[in-house]
């Protein structure tokens, strides 16, 4: 295959999915001996591999609004870089990497990775543009692939990509018996996540009578309420460990089920990472949580908002020691078989190949 020259841009490179995504995205072309910058706003949080070119467009982290200083600096990368393709993520960059592509005449890939709740008109307005100057566009979910097209997108340019993330060599050690259910939340404490709906479904679980703690990893915009919401419903076994970390391994290895009380989703590459380290999920039915749980066999999946179901779901991990270990034992095969890095990037590699060669996917011009 034609050796490419490809800038990833991303908005910023803070703890989160889509920028793991993109860094590990970023390895492995570098690994299938492509050309790989990855720019970004801010400060990287999260590491960047070797062989990777690290191109940092201004000091201030941008996120979710149009930023012209960010697409300036994005063309003077550009123009140092001279990608084949560009590949743009998360809001601002599919704006700057629009910029780009015009500018240099080659093709714009973008990767959606939400369905971006927090757009207003006049953000869809402004997305306009990069939706119709993309050859091909990533989705993370089939919702958000159904989202693009409604937006005027043809449907041989968007395709569904499965999110992926490293397998660990080992699953984590999970007890025999434990006096308590150790469960575990990793991720922003936004409105999508939902982390109030996991709060109340615990305070069910504890009125039941099952002893159970809940360690809450996360950080942002509702954290105060978070806090708040601990205190009314006097649950002093909610204990918070800081901001998502992107080593996970020990995260897991304290906890023995991973909870996700999402509303949207796009493809949580916390579920994924939890599966493959042997861990059992009790998630919801948001975005494609479905497909990366199966419901019965690798975890239990409740409605968005339901924090019934998720009690009850709980709760049966609590009476079923010996099934709910051996849901993350499914759940382990699941991800490596179904999820993995290579079947993830080889499919992005082959859609910059042919769109590098002019061949337009789906024969649409």
Same mark, same amino acid.
């Given at each position: 295959?034609? !050796?490419?020259?490809?800038?990833?841009?991303?908005?910023?490179?803070?703890?989160?999915?889509?920028?793991?995504?993109? &860094?590990?995205?970023? @390895?492995?072309?570098?690994?299938?001996?492509?050309?790989?910058?990855?720019?970004?706003?801010? $400060?990287?949080?999260?590491?960047?591999?070797?062989?990777?070119?690290?191109?940092?467009? !201004?000091?201030?982290?941008? @996120?979710?609004?149009?930023?012209?200083?960010? /697409?300036?600096?994005?063309?003077?990368?550009?123009?140092?870089?001279?990608?084949?393709?560009?590949?743009?993520?998360?809001? &601002? =960059?599919?704006?700057?990497?629009?910029?780009?592509?015009?500018?240099?005449?080659?093709?714009?890939?973008? *990767?959606?990775? *939400? +369905?971006? $709740?927090?757009?207003?008109?006049?953000?869809?307005?402004?997305?306009?543009?990069?939706?119709?100057?993309?050859?091909?566009?990533?989705?993370?979910?089939?919702?958000?692939?159904?989202?693009?097209?409604?937006?005027?997108?043809?449907?041989?340019?968007?395709?569904?990509?499965?999110?992926?993330?490293?397998?660990? /060599? =080992?699953?984590?050690?999970?007890?025999?018996?434990?006096?308590?259910?150790?469960?575990?939340?990793?991720?922003?404490? $936004? !409105?999508?996540? %939902?982390?109030?709906?996991?709060?109340?479904?615990?305070?069910?679980?504890?009125?039941?009578?099952?002893?159970?703690?809940?360690?809450?990893?996360?950080?942002?915009?509702?954290?105060?309420?978070?806090?708040?919401?601990?205190?009314?419903?006097?649950?002093? @076994?909610?204990?918070?460990?800081?901001?998502?970390? %992107? +080593?996970?391994?020990?995260?897991? @290895?304290?906890?023995?089920?991973?909870?996700?009380?999402?509303? +949207? /989703?796009?493809?949580?590459?916390?579920?994924?990472?939890?599966?493959?380290?042997?861990?059992?999920?009790?998630?919801?039915? #948001?975005?494609?949580?479905?497909?990366?749980?199966?419901?019965?066999?690798?975890?239990?999946?409740?409605?968005?908002?339901?924090?019934?179901?998720?009690?009850?779901?709980?709760?049966?991990?609590?009476?079923?020691?010996?099934?709910?270990?051996?849901?993350?034992?499914?759940?382990?095969?699941? #991800?490596?078989?179904?999820?993995?890095?290579?079947?993830? #990037?080889? !499919?992005?590699?082959?859609?910059?190949?042919?769109?590098?060669?002019?061949?337009?996917?789906?024969?649409?011009?």
């Amino acid at each position: 295959m034609a !050796r490419q020259r490809v800038l990833l841009l991303i908005d910023h490179l803070g703890i989160g999915g889509a920028q793991r995504h993109t &860094a590990l995205l970023a @390895s492995c072309l570098v690994q299938a001996g492509h050309e790989v910058a990855l720019a970004f706003t801010g $400060t990287a949080q999260l590491a960047v591999a070797p062989g990777v070119r690290a191109m940092p467009l !201004r000091p201030e982290p941008v @996120s979710r609004r149009r930023d012209r200083a960010l /697409e300036e600096s994005a063309l003077t990368a550009a123009e140092r870089f001279r990608p084949t393709i560009v590949h743009a993520h998360l809001y &601002a =960059s599919a704006l700057a990497g629009a910029a780009v592509a015009e500018r240099h005449q080659i093709p714009l890939v973008l *990767s959606h990775h *939400s +369905n971006g $709740t927090w757009q207003t008109e006049s953000d869809r307005r402004l997305l306009a543009w990069p939706l119709r100057a993309a050859k091909h566009h990533f989705a993370a979910s089939p919702q958000i692939r159904l989202a693009i097209i409604a937006q005027g997108v043809h449907p041989s340019r968007v395709e569904f990509l499965a999110n992926a993330v490293p397998f660990p /060599e =080992s699953s984590v050690p999970l007890p025999v018996f434990s006096e308590s259910l150790r469960i575990g939340f990793l991720a922003r404490f $936004t !409105r999508d996540k %939902d982390p109030l709906t996991l709060l109340r479904a615990f305070a069910r679980l504890r009125r039941g009578g099952v002893p159970a703690q809940l360690a809450m990893c996360g950080g942002g915009e509702l954290e105060e309420e978070v806090r708040v919401a601990v205190k009314l419903l006097q649950l002093p @076994s909610v204990t918070f460990v800081g901001k998502p970390v %992107d +080593n996970v391994a020990e995260f897991f @290895s304290a906890v023995d089920v991973l909870c996700l009380s999402s509303r +949207n /989703e796009g493809m949580p590459l916390v579920v994924l990472e939890a599966m493959s380290h042997g861990l059992p999920v009790v998630a919801t039915r #948001a975005g494609a949580v479905p497909l990366e749980v199966q419901h019965g066999v690798t975890g239990l999946l409740a409605e968005p908002g339901d924090d019934c179901g998720l009690a009850e779901h709980l709760a049966w991990m609590w009476r079923h020691p010996s099934e709910r270990r051996q849901m993350g034992s499914q759940g382990r095969l699941r #991800a490596r078989n179904r999820f993995s890095l290579e079947r993830m #990037a080889k !499919r992005v590699e082959v859609v910059y190949l042919r769109l590098a060669a002019g061949i337009e996917l789906g024969g649409v011009r």
